[in-house]
């Protein structure tokens, strides 16, 4: 009797778990990282350059067997060391060639993914979403606000960003008419987004920072917020004032598919003329002085110049080899420099898009360009670490500098003839054409972009972590910036 009692005993027990799991569907493990989440990242970020048969250097980032391939220099990762794999220290910045080349490394987040998926032991699965027990008329979502007349293209943003006091009523009263439960009990945590572009109005105190396909427009004296503008083609990485501050020049997309640039009226936030479309995000994006050209360039290796009125492309520059990164028409409109992530600076005629002058020597790509008053020279930076300037009539140097502060990773020149540069050595500074260098600041990461205020006493600046701070270009001293545009980033 006790060995049958004992035995119904352990019977019972083993038939508990399998009765509880037949009750309960199993959860997937939220901590692994799938493939489709990796190949976002790639998408986004490299895809550019490495897919398809044509990948830079042999690497594909496409699929997983073309990662396990490698490249024609070899293996690219190893799976279950993230350490040693490069398609993760590369990006991280722990290994030399950086990536992506012009500076900036990933966020933290998508790196950590990158990692995780390779300590993981690199997942070809892909993540189907449990279901949704919230029935779908009770199911709400938070509304942006959007100025009449105009279309709000963009994804919303989280309710805790706040731009108008008058949107939190409207936004409290969605949220508070029900509570939805995640899809999965995954812990975030809040990331700052990087930031691509800076930009500063030329005649007023106004300027420019990037959010999630937007972008906000400060008056950095009374720190007001002036405007909110809506970029719907795709991430913001490139902005540009025109000449007299009334317009401001936006260039984006989503990388490796399409790419816009536009111009808004800085005013009424309303959109002046669009771009054509682009096979790839719109990199660097400039508008002529007499307003009539607009000047784009990106992955695709090619300029195209727009006419503004008409919307057709009146010029395709296809000199460069690498990609475009930096693009500016000399103060009479009638030229146009261009330079490349392989280092070289092209001067053309701006209508017809006719080689001027090649001015190469730089060995890194180009960070920086700017014409002098006069549109005799033309002034670069570069991530080589040096700041040329060339005379054009001869395309003789007229200074050449090397401040030694490590590779210049973005720099905005001075009408007083310095160049405020930001650094990989994570400072802000300030360089002299006799050579002087000056430290403003040290910041916590890699100083990726600048913009000075038109009267030359404050530079903007954004780090590799997303990291945004208005600087005194007297005592590098930070000033306080409004919370929007503090969490603009994130």
Request: negative net charge.
């Amino acid at each position: 009797m006790r060995f049958s009692v004992c035995v119904a005993v352990l019977c019972g027990f083993c038939t508990l778990p399998s009765l509880t799991m037949a009750q309960q569907p199993v959860q997937p493990d939220v901590s692994e990282v799938t493939w489709d989440e990796v190949r976002g990242v790639f998408q986004k970020r490299c895809f550019a350059c490495h897919r398809g048969e044509q990948a830079r250097g042999g690497l594909d980032l496409s699929t997983v067997a073309s990662i396990q391939a490698g490249s024609t220099s070899g293996a690219a990762v190893v799976s279950g060391k993230p350490e040693q794999s490069l398609i993760y220290t590369l990006p991280a910045h722990l290994e030399d060639p950086k990536m992506p080349p012009n500076g900036a490394k990933l966020p933290q987040r998508e790196l950590e993914l990158i990692s995780r998926w390779i300590q993981g032991g690199m997942s070809e699965k892909v993540r189907e979403p449990a279901p949704d027990a919230t029935p779908a008329s009770t199911r709400t979502r938070a509304a942006r606000p959007t100025r009449p007349g105009m279309t709000a293209t963009a994804k919303a943003k989280p309710p805790a960003v706040s731009v108008t006091a008058a949107a939190a009523p409207e936004m409290a009263d969605k949220q508070s008419s029900k509570v939805v439960q995640p899809v999965f009990a995954r812990p975030v945590k809040q990331q700052r987004r990087a930031i691509a572009a800076l930009a500063a109005s030329p005649t007023s105190s106004l300027m420019a920072v990037p959010g999630h396909r937007e972008v906000f427009v400060f008056d950095w004296s009374d720190q007001s917020l002036r405007q909110r503008i809506e970029f719907p083609w795709g991430d913001v990485f490139a902005m540009s004032f025109s000449a007299d501050g009334s317009l401001l020049i936006v260039g984006g997309g989503i990388g490796a598919e399409s790419g816009r640039a536009a111009g808004f009226d800085v005013l009424t936030g309303e959109q002046v003329f669009v771009s054509g479309e682009e096979s790839d995000v719109v990199l660097a994006a400039t508008l002529s002085a007499d307003g009539r050209l607009l000047a784009v360039g990106g992955p695709s290796r090619k300029v195209r110049i727009y006419d503004t009125v008409s919307g057709e492309c009146t010029a395709e520059l296809t000199r460069h080899t690498d990609w475009i990164l930096q693009l500016a028409f000399s103060h009479d409109s009638l030229l146009l420099a261009s330079g490349d992530r392989f280092g070289a600076v092209i001067v053309s005629e701006a209508r017809s898009g006719r080689e001027f002058m090649d001015l190469r020597g730089h060995s890194g790509p180009i960070s920086g360009l700017a014409w002098s008053a006069d549109s005799s020279e033309v002034l670069s930076a570069s991530q080589d670490g040096s700041i040329r300037s060339r005379e054009l009539h001869h395309g003789t140097e007229t200074f050449n500098l090397n401040p030694d502060k490590g590779r210049l990773l973005h720099a905005a020149f001075l009408p007083s003839g310095g160049v405020v540069v930001g650094t990989s050595d994570r400072s802000l500074a300030v360089v002299q054409q006799s050579g002087e260098v000056r430290q403003l600041a040290q910041r916590g990461d890699e100083v990726v972009r600048l913009a000075v205020t038109q009267d030359g006493s404050h530079v903007l600046a954004a780090d590799a972590a997303g990291e945004l701070r208005l600087h005194s270009l007297e005592t590098g001293n930070p000033v306080a910036l409004p919370p929007t545009l503090r969490d603009a980033a994130e």
